[in-house]
């Protein structure tokens, strides 16, 4: 392998415009697969969810699953495209171990859905339309392990493992038309689209959308042309990958290399490229030359796919609203910036902080929780947000011990740690733990009565006018109570018995 | 007490009700045919595999039922030979290609799992060409089969075994399954009687694929009766087949019992003739007609000129179609593996294997089907094939504007002798140039025993065509032809047959 020298991404711009073409697979949450009634669940063991169908065997057919194009339909109308009114599907014939029948159910020239587009916010508020050609529904491959090589990849390998359970998961695959005109943008649009496709295929109920699982993944295409030229360059397509941050590294990486290789008189070859988490490169797969011939043909073991109108109006009406939308809504009644919803949206807290003011919390107490005490947890953790071990009720109710006065903030975020430690609920933390304020003003006013004898020359200070000496006085009963009083009605009764006025 | 020779010959309606009686037990039924089976099969080699645990088991099951007072279904206890072409769990389906020699499929065939709920009893899985390629079952890996009225001649193809089974009385009912002719045509050549159904009438789950926009399994025994009663037993929807019809099955047995032609107009086809046809086919066939019209009928002669071209969209659709069904034969995960030794790549393994497992014809029609569907000839192979199909579709609409049915030979020659044309494609292709335009169309056909060809003596069958679900029509027509002849003849046709 040959290390690329780079052009710096500010020459690149300089010199050629970048066009992108996205291509992201979504795994759909059916319960099903596709073609089989399997069970889709993920992490089970290996070819224990198979049968005759998604390990095609001799004899067996499929089936269409209802669900499946449901889900398709309504991913199509949430881009804005067209529905078909009849549409197949075809065989995708190649050989491959993975793949049972050696050959892939998908579509072809009759997708589903096409014909449509897709906002989305850059970080600057701006609003950019990507074109979308097509969505269309097809089957996953199986998984291959192979064991043995250097590089995990086939090449080296001693033999290889195969495990079916991903055979028939259902795939939608959607493709953009070629994004032009977003210039030195191009990364900032492609890592935006994938995040606000996946917070749409979310909204829809239709798949988790989890990049990290693999229910989500983004091929990149991008090719470079002079600025001032209409026809597009040759294209690298840059596979799997998995993450918004790497779609945004792998599109600025091709868009340099490609300008390298440009700019010092060479020649882009179309083929396949893997993308490197590690350092943000992209190194060589397959060539793609034009030779790959697939020799589709429409599907003859299944039905053509005709959707009614009154089937596709009726998914219409039922879209719920649009995520960008929502957001902009959202900011509006939670008063934050741009900035901070973008902050929130990339921590994944969006509909957390929704399900805890719908749990009874104020959205600021709600936001304060999930993007402080409970983003940093998650952060040490390597958790997602939805993955920590609290719900947004209990969320809510440490907010709500908090606005009764029953907790200060120190004692919250230890109820919080509490919960997340799987101590029980924010109420049995408090009770197991002793956490509650004192509030009991007799126990209170010793505790002030011993600080003020204790620090006689602080309470002489404060009864000669200097109220900020205060402050020492309110840390002494709050060290003594563990933290558990309420400081500012400490700061009112220290000011009280040594007549001073706060 | 019946003896065996005796019990062989019935048919499969007269066993159902001698069982149902108690005249007979069906281990009985099943011994006497088990005995027939290992006295000639041997020399006709209909069967790849004799069950006969399994037969007699179930046989021992419907004599249970009889005896506990329990209603018996029409084909209760009646033995049957079927295709190795239908999933078994309990026996091996190799499709007659070394490809897939001892696999045992942990499913059974909606077909299969069919005949087991009627109380049918299966003998076994019988003969047939390679993955269904062919007219002449010489293309089995496993050897020919020989024809029971003369054994150095073929069968018939692909379903030569069944067709074999059923006149050598190895068994009274028998499975085929149609994608060009492979019903009909051994029905034809063997003096039994075949049917076709409409394509989506019986389910293609667990049967298979060669070519799946035109196989069609479906129901092969020696009278008219015992198909529809065959018929009815296999036929129906399947959720587990997306292009099984969904839709109450035609009233088949009902036809056959009721047979008539008075008043029906019966079409006769001008592209079903002329070069290539033996005399004595077309001089039997004629007399047919002639038949048909003086029990009531009205000839009308058709022109259906897309028939001529399809033979041709055939040799385009059905490889092109096989080339993908029978990719998923690579050796990964059932059937042969050559070659696995440690050292080669996957891809050597799977080119190994399919190089040793699979035959000429097969390999013939996998590599015609890839360069028909490759990009750049698509549209001039596959896609004119699929406008000819429309075109022979609308040819069969036009023609059943004016008449009930559609009449012609079965195949243009009488049994030919084995090896004749095992060197020669194009001349086996021919034998199917008659069946093919209905399997393109999707409707349904029928053949059935017309008389013997003068010149050699040999069965030639009439072809009965009938609109996509009125497969009953092929029986009423059928049964009233069958009895006209046999009362002509003054018995059976397959009585004329020599004895083995």
Redesign the interface.
Known sequence: MTVTDLVSYEDALASYDPVMGLEVHVELGTKTKMFCGCSTELKQDANSQTC?VC??????????NEIGVESAIKIGLALNCEIAEWCRFA?K?Y?Y?DM????QTSQYDEPIAFDGYLDVQLEDGEIFRVQIERAHMEEDTGKSTHVGGATGRIHGASH?L?DYNRAGIPLIEIVTRPIEGAGARAPEVAKAYVAELRELIKALGVSDARMEMGQMRCDVNLSLRPHGREAFGTRSETKNVNSLRSVERAARFEIQRHAAVLSSGGTIVQETRHFHEEDGSTTAGRIKDNAE?Y???PE????PVAPSRDWVEELRKGLPELPRLRRARLKEEWGVTEHDMQSILNAGAVDLIVATTEAGAPSDQARKWWMGELARNANETGRGLDELPITPAQVARVAALVAAGDLNDKLARQVIEGVLAGEGDPDTVVEKRGLKVVSDEGALSTAVDEAIAGNAAIADKIRGGKVAAAGALVGAVMKATRGQADAARVRELILEKLGAEG | MTDNSTIIKLTAAEIAGKIASGELTAVEVTEAHLARIDAVDEKVHAFLHIDREGALAQARAVDAKREAGEKLGPLAGVPLALKDI??TKDMP?T?GSKI?EG?V???D?TLTQKLRAADVVILGKTNMDEFAMGSSTENSAYGPTGNPWDLTRIPGGSGGGSSAALASYEAPLAIGTDTGGSIRQPAAVTGTVGVKPTYGGVS??????F???LDQGGPCARTVLDAALLHEAIAGHD?????SIDAPVPPVVEAARNGSVQGMRVGVVKQFRGEGYQAGVVQRFDESVELLKSLGATIVELDCPSFDLALSAYYLIAP??C??NL????A???GLRVGDDGTKS??DV?ALTREAGFGDEVKRRIILG?YA???GY?DAY?GSAQKVRTLITQDFEKAFEQVDVIVSPTTPTTAFPIGERADDPMAMYLADLCTIPTNLAGNSAMSLPCGLAPEDGLPVGLQIIAPAMKDDRLYKVGAAVEAAFVEKWGHPLLEEAPSL
Do not use: C, I, Q
């Open positions: 005759p390990l095609g065997l001799p004899g067996a057919l499929p089936v269409v065989r014939n050989f171990p049972p029948k050696n050959f290889s195969l011939d020799r589709y043909f003859p073991d299944l039905v | 239908f999933t389906t499709v897939l696999w499929p942990p499913y065939a293609r789950y667990g049967m298979v694929a070519s799946s926009s959720p587990l087949d997306s292009t092109s179609e080339s993908s990719a998923r034969f690579d990964m995960r059932y996957a891809e799977t890839t569907l490759s990009s698509y596959y």
